[in-house]
């Protein structure tokens, strides 16, 4: 056997006893030799997964070394945010930032010389929504980079991606506005209520154009592809949720391509935009997946405990409209008679008030968030796939963020 030796340089050791002073790491714990018999032996210890600093090897040629030096630039961020909590929370808030500006800039996008059209067009687009899709972007992007190439950033043309999922989100809340004839959105008069259906329904359509001009500007056919889907998944989920069929299997189906499609397939872009490799890009998509459904299912709990204020439209909207979700669905295990509601979409007097004290007097709304927990669950564990990180971290708190929101 060969013994691998090496003296680190500086600014590695620098780095090690950084983590030592500020970490809290005995030394003892961080230098130490190793042995190693061949070079693919080196590698693979290289490139394991670690929980904290392991000993660090001497390794003799400059191969040997890069491949040390790979793995420490990759992993020593990570082990001093396990043991310095301050530090990591302090770098968390530094990812919101990313957020900045996006709004201006889908503003200046969407500009035109027809007042009214450019008046539609910018309403929603005022910083006071959530912004999950675009923050879920920018995060995937950070932790992807970062898992590739030691570096936590966020590429132009992934910036764009995180336009375009909330310029798609936007366009597809107008349409959704006609569809349902709702007259809030957001707290606010919604733009069909103002301007009329037909103009909503151009303003929608404009809106999702130039995000589609915008997907363009990324000159990548396989994002093109990831992105196109999207689009037709949001017809096909009205579509389904217009055919009540009062089952799980068609209620979660209408939600993955009404909801969780725009999530998944833009962290799917994202990552793919990160040059990642087929497993993690894959990783990433059913991330995005599982937290637009836990995303969903919060949403429909919401509909029945938070208040219209808190919600920014009307409590029981979905319910008065005729629409089965997952708390109803849950509740007719203990009241069976609401199948029959559920299929002539609660269009009898009594109905809506039937189904209402069904879903307050059994346990469907915790059923409802046990299973959206369980989504947030899958979620996190796909991100095991890439390198531990802050960013996949916050990525991680994200799903208790949705798990727990009230608006």
């Known amino acids: 056997m060969n013994e691998c030796k090496m003296i680190l340089p500086r600014s590695v050791f620098g780095r090690i006893r950084q983590g030592i002073l500020h970490g809290g790491l005995p030394a003892e714990s961080v230098v130490s030799s190793r042995r190693f018999s061949s070079i693919s032996e080196l590698h693979n210890w290289c490139n394991k997964p670690p929980v904290i600093l392991p000993n660090i090897c001497r390794v003799g040629n400059s191969t040997q070394k890069g491949l040390l030096s790979k793995w420490l630039n990759r992993q020593i961020c990570f082990s001093m945010s396990q043991v310095h909590p301050v530090s990591f929370a302090h770098s968390k808030q530094g990812l919101h930032e990313d957020l900045t500006g996006i709004y201006e800039e889908i503003r200046s996008l969407l500009r035109t010389d027809i007042y009214k059209l450019d008046q539609m067009c910018h309403y929603y687009f005022d910083g006071k929504g959530k912004a999950i899709r675009p923050l879920i972007v920018f995060w995937t992007s950070r932790a992807c980079n970062y898992h590739n190439v030691g570096r936590s950033f966020v590429s132009n043309e992934q910036k764009k991606v995180a336009l375009i999922s909330e310029m ?10 006609v569809v349902d004839t709702s ?5 606010k008069s ?3 209520s103002m301007c009329g259906d037909r103009n909503a329904v151009m303003a929608g359509n404009f ?3 130039n995000a589609s001009c915008l997907l363009s500007t990324i000159d990548d056919t396989e994002v093109t592809s990831i992105i196109s889907h999207i689009i037709g998944d949001l017809v096909r989920g009205e579509l389904m949720q217009q055919d009540n069929q009062g089952h799980f299997e068609h209620y979660l189906k209408k939600t993955y391509k009404k909801t969780a499609s725009l999530i998944a397939n833009c962290c799917k872009a994202a990552a793919h935009l990160s040059n990642s490799d087929a497993p993690v890009i894959e990783a990433m998509y059913q991330f995005g997946k599982n937290i637009g459904i836990a995303f969903q299912l919060v949403d429909d709990m919401l509909d029945f405990v938070s208040t219209a204020e808190n919600l920014g439209k009307p409590s029981a909207a979905d319910l008065k409209l005729g629409l089965a979700t997952a708390p109803v669905l849950f509740a007719c295990e203990k009241f069976p008679e609401l199948h029959s509601m559920i299929l002539r979409r609660f269009q009898k007097p009594g109905d809506v008030e039937f189904a209402l004290n069904a879903v307050h007097n059994s346990d469907c709304l915790n059923e409802t968030r046990i299973l959206a927990k369980q989504y947030c669950d899958y979620a996190v564990n796909h991100l095991n796939k890439i390198m531990p990180s802050v960013e996949r971290e916050s990525l991680a708190d994200l799903t208790q963020h949705i798990l727990h929101r009230t608006r």
């Open 168 to 177: 798609i989100h936007i366009g597809s809340l107008i349409h959704d506005d």
């Open 183 to 187: 007259d809030i959105r957001r707290g």
């Open 190 to 192: 919604s733009v069909n």
């Open 207 to 209: 809106v999702v154009s």
